[in-house]
C-alpha cells in the first residue's frame, strides 16, 4: 500500500476512536462529564499519559469496561499511527530530500548531456530512448506527476521541476555544457521562446525542436538556432505510408527499436582529428568481426550537399579528420568502437 495512503488511514483510524471515546465518555459518564472533561479523558487515554481520570469510572462498571476498551484499541491505533509516520518521515521526506540533493549534485556534474523539454506525449519517448542507450539526460517538467510516473520504471531520472522557457530553470540544468536539447513541448511558441533561449546560452549545442505547424513555425524555429525541426504530423503520416508500402522494414525497424534484450541501433561515428583511424581504410578497420557493427554510409567533411554521403561503402574507403561512419549494431560495440575512434593516433 501506498506511504501516503497508509498514513491517511492511520489518522482516520485515529480520529474515529477520538470520536467515539468523546461519545462514549458523555453518554456513560452522566450529565456532569462536560465536552472539555470528555476529550482530556480520551487524550489522556489514548495518548497513554496516565493522568488521574477526569471522568470517574470508579463506580460505573459499564463505563470502565467502555474505558478498557478505549485503552486496548487505542493504544494499538497510537501504535500504528506512530509507525507510519515515522515511516512517512524517514522513507518519505528524509530520503526524498538526500535524494534530491544527490540529484542535484550528479547534475552540476554533468558535461556533453542532453536535455529534454517536457515529459508529455513525445518527451517520454525520448526519455526512455536515450535511457536505453545509456545516454544522460536531464529532465524539465513543469509538474511533478508525468516525473513520477515516469520514475517508476526509470529510479534514476534527473530532473528539474520549472517552466522550460525561464533562463534560471535551463541555467539550472547545465544547458551550457550540454550537448544537445529537445524542445519537445506541446506549444509551438513555448518550442521557439526555448530554442532562441538555448542558442543565446550555447552556440555549440545541437537544438532539436517539435513543431506541430510547420507551414507557421518550422522556418522561425531554423531562423531562432534549432538545427532541426521535427513534425509529429508529419512522422505519424510517413509511418502509416510505410506500414502499408513496406511492412517488413516497419517490423525490423519496430524489433530493433523495442526489443528489450538487444540495443540495436543505428548509429554515427565521427573521426575526430588525429584520431587513429583517420587514414585508414573501412577494409582495415575490419568492423564487421572486430566491433561485430555493420558500414551503412560514410559521410565525407566538406563534401556538397548532395554528395556528402556514400552510401554503402567500400572496402578501400579511406577514413579522414571529420569523416562520419554511419553504423548499425548494438550500442555497446558502437561505444567500444567510438572510444577506439576518438583515441589519439600514436605519435
Known amino acids: 500500500m501506498n506511504l501516503r495512503r497508509r498514513l491517511a488511514y492511520a489518522l482516520l483510524a485515529l480520529l474515529a476512536i477520538a470520536f467515539l471515546s468523546v461519545s462514549g465518555y458523555l453518554l456513560l459518564g452522566g450529565s456532569g462529564v462536560t465536552f472539555l472533561q470528555a476529550l482530556y479523558m480520551a487524550v489522556i487515554t489514548l495518548s497513554g499519559v ?129 550537448k544537445g536539447l529537445i524542445a519537445g513541448l506541446s506549444a509551438d511558441k513555448d518550442n521557439l521562446v526555448i ?24 522556418d522561425r524555429m531554423l531562423k531562432a538556432g534549432a538545427n532541426s525541426t521535427v513534425s509529429p504530423n508529419r512522422i505519424g503520416g510517413l509511418r502509416l505510408a510505410s506500414e502499408v508500402l513496406r511492412p517488413h522494414v516497419v517490423e525490423f525497424l519496430d ?39 555493420v558500414p551503412l554510409a560514410v559521410k565525407n567533411p566538406g563534401a556538397r550537399q548532395e554528395l556528402s554521403f556514400v552510401m554503402n561503402p567500400p572496402g578501400e574507403q579511406v577514413l579522414r579528420d571529420g569523416t562520419i561512419v554511419i553504423v548499425m549494431g548494438d550500442v555497446t560495440d558502437v561505444k567500444r568502437a567510438r572510444d577506439e575512434a576518438q583515441a589519439r593516433r600514436a605519435a
Open 50 to 178: 496516565g493522568y488521574s481520570e477526569v471522568v470517574d469510572t470508579s463506580h460505573n462498571p459499564a463505563l470502565r469496561v467502555f474505558n478498557i476498551f478505549v485503552v486496548l484499541f487505542g493504544v494499538a491505533i497510537m501504535v500504528y499511527v506512530f509507525s507510519v509516520v515515522t515511516a512517512f518521515l524517514v522513507e518519505g521526506e528524509l530520503s526524498n530530500l538526500f535524494w534530491r540533493r544527490k540529484m542535484e549534485k550528479r547534475i552540476a556534474s554533468l558535461t556533453g548531456h542532453y536535455i529534454i523539454c517536457g515529459l508529455g506525449d513525445t518527451g517520454r519517448y525520448v526519455a526512455a530512448e536515450l535511457q536505453a542507450v545509456g545516454t544522460p539526460y536531464v529532465v524539465i517538467e513543469s509538474h511533478e506527476d508525468p516525473v513520477q510516473k515516469f520514475r517508476e520504471t526509470q529510479r534514476d531520472l534527473l530532473y528539474v521541476i520549472g517552466d522550460a522557457t525561464d533562463e534560471a530553470v535551463l541555467d539550472h540544468t547545465g544547458v551550457g555544457r550540454a
Open 195 to 218: 530554442t532562441f533561449l538555448v542558442r543565446q546560452k550555447n552556440p555549440s549545442i545541437r537544438i532539436v525542436a517539435r513543431c506541430s505547424d510547420e507551414a507557421k513555425f518550422s
Open 255 to 293: 524489433l530493433m527499436l523495442k526489443d528489450q534484450s538487444h540495443t540495436l541501433r543505428v548509429e554515427q561515428i565521427e573521426i575526430p582529428e588525429g584520431s587513429g583511424w583517420s587514414g585508414l581504410s573501412l577494409d582495415h578497420l575490419n568492423l564487421k568481426s572486430r566491433h561485430g557493427l
